[in-house]
C-alpha cells in the first residue's frame, strides 16, 4: 500500500488547529481576577501555547524520519479498528436502551465473535461465558456493592422490572 | 509501631487477606499474558473499590501491582516475548536458558529475583517515605510546583521516542486537567453547559479510554492475538542452589540499590531499570561474552531491579504525592477516588493506610513467591489464554466501570472519545504514559504555580530565586533539553566519520 501522508504532519496540522481552538475557547471564559495571581485563562493559554509550539516543533525535527515508517494499519487493520469501534458505540447506546445486563449478555458475545477472527470456537461456551461473566458484573455491582448499573429505558417505558 | 501493627491487624482480616491475595494472583496473571499488565487490573477493579472501604481497597489495589511487576517474567522466559516492558531484560537470557532445557531454573531465577527485590525495596521504602515526607513538610507551593513539572518531563525525556511528542501529550493532559471549575475562582472551563464536565474530567474515563480501550481496540486491528508454542518439557524442581545466590550475591545487591534509585526517580519505572541493571551486570561480570545466551546474572540483574522498583516507586508517590511510574500514577489516582490527598501530610494524617499500603506490598511478595514456586508447573496454561475472551471481558468492565463512577451515560461515551484519542496517539507515535501524568498533576500544578504567585504578590520570579526549586526546574529543563543535545551530538559525530 502506498504511503500518502506523512503522519507527524499530520498530527501538527491537528495539533495546531486544536491549539488554535483552546485558545480562541480560553478568551470566552470570563475574567474573575484574584489579586497578585494569574487568573483561570493562565493554564489553558499555556497549554494551548504548548501544544502549538510543539507540533511545529515535531513537524520540523520528526517529521522527515517518518518518510519510511510503515503505514499505521493496512486496509485490513482499518477495517478491524473500525468494526471494533462501531460496536464499542452500538454497546454504549444499547446499554442505555436495554440495559447493563442484556447488552452486556449480547455485547460480550458479539465481542468474542468479533475478536477470535478466524478460529472457531465453542458457541456453547461462548454463550455461557457471556451469561455468566456479565450477571456476575450487574449483580456484583448492584447486589453486592450496591452501585447502580443502567436498567434499560425501553424497561421502564415499557414498566417492565428488570432485576 | 502502633500504626503498623494496626495495619497488619487490618490486614490479617480474612477479607482483606483474601482479596489481596486473589488480586495478586489476578495481576501475575495479567502481567504474564503479554499485552495485559497488573495496571490494566488496577485500572479495571478501581470503579469496584468505590464502594469498598480504603483499607481493602488499596489492598486489592496494592496486591495487584506487586503481581503485575512480578509475572512479567514469565512470557520472557517461556517464549522470548515480555509480559511488560519491565521485562524487556529477561528476555535476553530467559528465553535462551528454556531453549538449552533449562527453563525450571530460568523461572525459579525469576520469581526469587522478584520476591527479594520487592521485598527488601519495601522495607528500605518504609524506612525512608517518613524522613523525606519530613523533609518535604519545608518546601512551599514554589517547589512542588518545581517537582510536579520535574516530574512530567522527567517521564518525557527517558521515554522512548519522540520528546516533542511526549510534550505534546503532557501538554494535552494539562489542558484536559483544565476542564471544569477552576479551583480559585470556581469560574468554569471548556464544560460547553454541560453538567456532567463542570467537576472535571472523570479521572477513570481517561484510564479506561486511553489505556484500556486503545490496548485491545490497536491489539485486535494489528492482529497481535497470537501466541507462541511453549516447550514446557523442563518445568520440574526448583533448579537453583544455594551456590547459585553465593555466586550471584553482588549482582543482585548491585540490581537492587539500581532499581531502587530508578524506580524512586519520577518516570523512570522498571521499564528503564531492568536495562540499566542488566547493562550494569554485564559490565561487572567476568564473562560479559556470555550474556545473552542463557547466563543467570542477565535474569537476576532484571528480575531484582525490576521488582525493587515497586518500593522505589512508593516512596516518593507516598512521601512527595509524585509517582514513582506509570502503575503508581493508577495508585495516586485511586488515592484521590478515595479522598486522600498524597504528599508529606499523608503519612502523618493516614499512618494506618501508609503502612498498610507497605505491609501489603511486603505479605503480597511473600504470597505470590510461595505460590509461584509451587505452581510453577502451569506457567504455559497462562499464556494459552484466548485473548478473544480476555479482551472481550476487558471491554465489557470498561464501560461498566465508567458508568459506576459517575452514574452517567456521558462517562460511557467519553470512554469511547478517549479510546479513539488514545488510538489516534498512538498512530501518531504519541506516548500516553506523559499525558496521564500531566493529567493526574494538572490540577496540582495549577494550584501551586497560582498558590506561589499570590504568596509572593505576584512576583513570577520566586520559583527561580528559591533554590530547592530552582533546583527542580533546572533537572527539568535538562531531563527535556539533555536527550535532545545528546542526540544532535551523536548525529554530528556520526555525520563527521561518515
Redesign the interface.
Known amino acids: 500500500m502506498k504511503h500518502k501522508f506523512n503522519?507527524?504532519y499530520?498530527?501538527g496540522i491537528l495539533?495546531l488547529a486544536?491549539a488554535a481552538w483552546?485558545a480562541w475557547?480560553?478568551t470566552m471564559?470570563?475574567e474573575?481576577l484574584?489579586?497578585?495571581?494569574?487568573?483561570?485563562k493562565?493554564?489553558?493559554f499555556?497549554?494551548?501555547a504548548?501544544?502549538a509550539l510543539?507540533?511545529i516543533?515535531?513537524m520540523i525535527?520528526?517529521a522527515p524520519k517518518d518518510k519510511e515508517a510503515k503505514p499505521?494499519?493496512d486496509r485490513a487493520?482499518?477495517t478491524?479498528?473500525g468494526l471494533?469501534?462501531a460496536e464499542?458505540?452500538v454497546?454504549?447506546f444499547a446499554?442505555?436502551f436495554i440495559g447493563?445486563w442484556i447488552a452486556?449478555i449480547l455485547?460480550?458475545f458479539a465481542?468474542?465473535w468479533?475478536?477470535?477472527?478466524d478460529?472457531k470456537?465453542n458457541i456453547v461456551f461462548?454463550v455461557v461465558?457471556?451469561i455468566v461473566?456479565?450477571s456476575i458484573?450487574y449483580f456484583g455491582?448492584t447486589r453486592?456493592?450496591?452501585?447502580?448499573?443502567?436498567s434499560g429505558t425501553l424497561w421502564r417505558t415499557l414498566d417492565i422490572k428488570m432485576p | 509501631m502502633e500504626a503498623y501493627l494496626s495495619a497488619l491487624m487490618t490486614l490479617l482480616q480474612p477479607t482483606n487477606l483474601i482479596m489481596m491475595y486473589l488480586c495478586a494472583i489476578v495481576g501475575c496473571i495479567l502481567g504474564a499474558i503479554p499485552g495485559l499488565s497488573g495496571g490494566l487490573g488496577i485500572t479495571l477493579i478501581l470503579p469496584m473499590t468505590f464502594a469498598l472501604n480504603t483499607e481493602l481497597s488499596f489492598a486489592m489495589l496494592v496486591g495487584m501491582y506487586v503481581g503485575g511487576v512480578s509475572g512479567s517474567f514469565i512470557a520472557a522466559v517461556l517464549v522470548g516475548i515480555p509480559g511488560s516492558a519491565a521485562s524487556i531484560g529477561t528476555c535476553y537470557d530467559g528465553y535462551p536458558m528454556t531453549k538449552k532445557g533449562q527453563a525450571a531454573k530460568a523461572l525459579s531465577i525469576g520469581i526469587t529475583g522478584s520476591f527479594i527485590g520487592t521485598f527488601v525495596s519495601i522495607i528500605v521504602a518504609m524506612l525512608c517515605s517518613g524522613f523525606i515526607a519530613d523533609i518535604a513538610l519545608m518546601l512551599g507551593p514554589w517547589e512542588y510546583f518545581s517537582l510536579c513539572l520535574m516530574a512530567i518531563t522527567m517521564v518525557i525525556g527517558l521515554s522512548n521516542g519522540s520528546v516533542f511528542k511526549g510534550l505534546l501529550a503532557a501538554f494535552l493532559g494539562l489542558w484536559l486537567s483544565t476542564v471544569g471549575g477552576d479551583l480559585v475562582t470556581n469560574q468554569l472551563r471548556f464544560t460547553f453547559n454541560n453538567i456532567n464536565l463542570y467537576g472535571g474530567i472523570n479521572v477513570i474515563c481517561l484510564l479506561m479510554g486511553v489505556f484500556a480501550l486503545q490496548q485491545v481496540a490497536t491489539a485486535y486491528a494489528k492482529g497481535r492475538l497470537e501466541m507462541p508454542e511453549v516447550d514446557a518439557s523442563s518445568l520440574g524442581g526448583f533448579g537453583l542452589t544455594v551456590k547459585d545466590f553465593v555466586d550471584n550475591a553482588r549482582t543482585i545487591l548491585v540490581s537492587l540499590v539500581i532499581g531502587l534509585f530508578v524506580g524512586f526517580l519520577p518516570g523512570m519505572g522498571s521499564g528503564i531499570s531492568n536495562l540499566i541493571a542488566y547493562g550494569q551486570a554485564k559490565k561487572m561480570d567476568k564473562h560479559p561474552e556470555l550474556f545473552g545466551t542463557g547466563y543467570d546474572p542477565g535474569i537476576w540483574a532484571t528480575e531484582v531491579s525490576n521488582n525493587a522498583g515497586v518500593g522505589g516507586a512508593l516512596i516518593p508517590m507516598i512521601s512527595l504525592g509524585i509517582p514513582g511510574d506509570a502503575t503508581t500514577v493508577l495508585l495516586l489516582s485511586a488515592m484521590t477516588i478515595h479522598g486522600l490527598q498524597a504528599g508529606p501530610m499523608f503519612i502523618q494524617q493516614n499512618p494506618v493506610l501508609a503502612d498498610l499500603i507497605f505491609l501489603t506490598v511486603l505479605i503480597s511478595a511473600i504470597l505470590v513467591f510461595v505460590t509461584e514456586i509451587f505452581t510453577k508447573r502451569w506457567f504455559p496454561m497462562l499464556l494459552k489464554a484466548p485473548y478473544h475472551y480476555l479482551y472481550g471481558a476487558i471491554l465489557v468492565i470498561c464501560f461498566m466501570g465508567a458508568f459506576s463512577s459517575t452514574t452517567s451515560m456521558f462517562s460511557v461515551l467519553l470512554v469511547l472519545g478517549f479510546g479513539v484519542l488514545g488510538v489516534v496517539m498512538d498512530m501518531f507515535g504519541m506516548p500516553n504514559t506523559p499525558l496521564m501524568l500531566a493529567f493526574i498533576l494538572g490540577s496540582k500544578i495549577e494550584s501551586y504555580f497560582r498558590m506561589g504567585c499570590s504568596y509572593a504578590r505576584g512576583d513570577l520570579t520566586s520559583f527561580v530565586t528559591r533554590p530547592i526549586s530552582l533546583i527542580f526546574i533546572l533537572v527539568a529543563v535538562y531531563s527535556v533539553v539533555g536527550p535532545i543535545i545528546t542526540k544532535a551530538i551523536k548525529n554530528r559525530k556520526a555525520a563527521k566519520s561518515v
Not at chain 1, 34 to 40: A, C, F, K, L, Q
Not at chain 1, 114 to 117: A, N, R, V
Open positions: 503522519r507527524t499530520v498530527m495539533g486544536l483552546i475557547q480560553t471564559i470570563p474573575r484574584v489579586s497578585n495571581e494569574p487568573g483561570p493562565f493554564f489553558p499555556i497549554s494551548a504548548g501544544i510543539f507540533s516543533l515535531s525535527f520528526d499505521y494499519l487493520g482499518w478491524r479498528m471494533i469501534m464499542c458505540l454497546y454504549c446499554m442505555n447493563f452486556s455485547g460480550l465481542f468474542v468479533t475478536l477470535k477472527g478460529k470456537i461462548a461465558f457471556c461473566l456479565s458484573c455491582f453486592g456493592f450496591h452501585i447502580p448499573l443502567p
